[in-house]
């Protein structure tokens, strides 16, 4: 019964924050529409900025005053919120999210997810993510390509418009290079060559850094970890049954060759980035062990 109430309680609380804030998020995203200038329009992503990291940092105090949850997080004593970042992060569970929050928020500007196009068009939601400058993205499928071949290029271009507002402000870019939540099921399925972890896609990262890879000043290789390797359901959370979660953080520098090659047109190229995440995972699947061998061991 206990973690019924305490999990009824915390999703009012967060709704009530969530419905206090959304009022003036969605009346500074109008404002944002109307102004004139690019300078105008950076101010004001700036205020949309800080609402949302008003709104993070209630969901926080939320957490901390009706869960047990201990936020273990380390790495992040170096991070500034000048900066531009890649953040790269294995993905088990919808806790994931709150753990990002834990760890990034107002210690490095507010972190954006690549969006596919179409969400702008959803009521509210869509107003909400152009006003907090979600890159939106268009994929084209190899299909589509090879019957219209004069499309080649465009959805790169069509990013790198969308990230042109990136140069007026420091910007956390979040990419899950699994594509999808772990599970044991999809591990099998994959026949997946790591302990912890789901085959990376290359796809998408590479995207990423031809799109913005001058603007970043760092990858974020952040490492989440559940007690017993279990990940956590989201109302296991919200229903303070989840006593602990480990962020581990390491700052890495980015090769500039890294965003210097074509991705879907040079073999070459792709190979080396296909190498490069290759090593990136399977230090990823190494530290994952320790981190549980440290909780096995109580050190």
């Known amino acids: 019964m206990r973690p019924l109430v305490i999990g009824i309680t915390t999703t009012v609380l967060l709704l009530l924050n969530t419905l206090l804030l959304i009022g003036p998020l969605m009346l500074l995203a109008l404002l944002k529409l109307l102004m004139p200038s690019r300078r105008s329009r950076a101010f004001m992503s700036r205020a949309v900025m ?19 949850t201990h936020w273990e997080i380390s790495g992040a004593e170096r991070l500034r919120r000048d900066a531009s970042y890649l953040v790269v992060s294995n993905h088990q569970s919808w806790v ?7 760890a990034f928020n107002r210690k490095t500007p507010y972190f954006k997810f690549f969006l596919k196009k179409e969400l702008i068009w959803v009521p509210f939601l869509g107003l909400a993510f152009w006003a907090l400058d979600y890159p939106f993205m268009k994929r084209y499928s190899r299909e589509l390509l090879a019957r219209r071949p004069e ?31 772990f599970t044991p099921a999809k591990q099998a399925k994959q026949q997946s060559p790591y302990r912890y972890l789901l085959k990376p896609k290359s796809g998408g990262i590479a995207f990423v850094l031809a799109a913005l890879g001058e603007q970043i ?22 229903s303070g049954q989840v006593d602990r979660v480990r962020v581990d953080i390491c700052i890495r520098d980015l090769d500039p060759a890294l965003w210097q090659g074509d991705y879907e047109n040079d073999p070459v190229f792709r190979q080396f980035m296909h190498r490069w995440i290759a090593q990136l995972w399977q230090e ?14 109580g050190a």
């Open 96 to 102: 994931d999210i709150p753990a990002l929050l834990q």
């Open 284 to 297: 990823k699947d190494a530290r994952i062990h320790s981190l549980l061998n440290e909780r096995s061991t």
């Open 217 to 238: 000043d760092a990858l974020l290789d952040v490492t989440v970890v559940y007690d017993n390797g279990q990940a956590p359901g989201f109302w296991a959370l919200l």
């Open 151 to 181: 499309l080649k290029g465009q959805d790169l271009a069509i990013t790198r418009a969308a990230c042109e507002k990136f140069r007026d402000l420091p910007v956390t870019i979040v990419n899950y290079l699994e594509g999808t939540r």
């Open 50 to 68: 800080w609402v949302a990291e008003t709104w993070a940092e209630g969901c926080k105090k939320i957490f901390a005053l009706m869960t047990p």
